[in-house]
């Protein structure tokens, strides 16, 4: 599927990192925007601050490839978890079959 360089073709996945190395370098929530176009300078609230950091931090530690392993199999908990919460109400009680079966043979 072209690994990790395909999963981030979109601009914001870059921003984000760099803005959460920011974030650890400087120790403080930047309060202006800097990277945009349109609105540098202008007053910014980084609302996302948590995900920046934790982004920056696993590209320093482990590069981009490391950044999508660790979305990847957070993506895949939240649907194995999803799938599991709704099968009791929704009667997908095959669902987990199909999912696992070919993994593990009965």
């Known amino acids: 599927f072209g690994g990790a360089t395909a999963l981030f ?9 760099v803005n959460g190395q920011r974030i650890l370098t400087n ?4 309060s202006a925007d800097t ?3 349109s609105a540098a300078g202008k007053p910014w609230i980084a609302w996302e601050w948590g995900t920046d950091v934790l982004s920056g931090a696993l590209h320093q530690v482990a590069g981009l490839g490391g ?4 979305y990847g199999l957070f993506v895949g908990m939240f649907i194995h978890r999803t799938i599991g919460f709704l099968a009791p109400y929704r009667d997908l009680h095959n669902v987990r079959g199909f999912m696992y079966g070919p993994i593990r043979r009965r």
Request: proline share 5%; net charge negative.
């Open 27 to 30: 120790g403080a929530l930047p």
């Open 35 to 37: 990277y945009s176009f």
């Open 67 to 70: 950044v999508a392993v660790f």
């Open 9 to 17: 073709r979109d601009a914001d996945a870059g921003w984000h990192i």
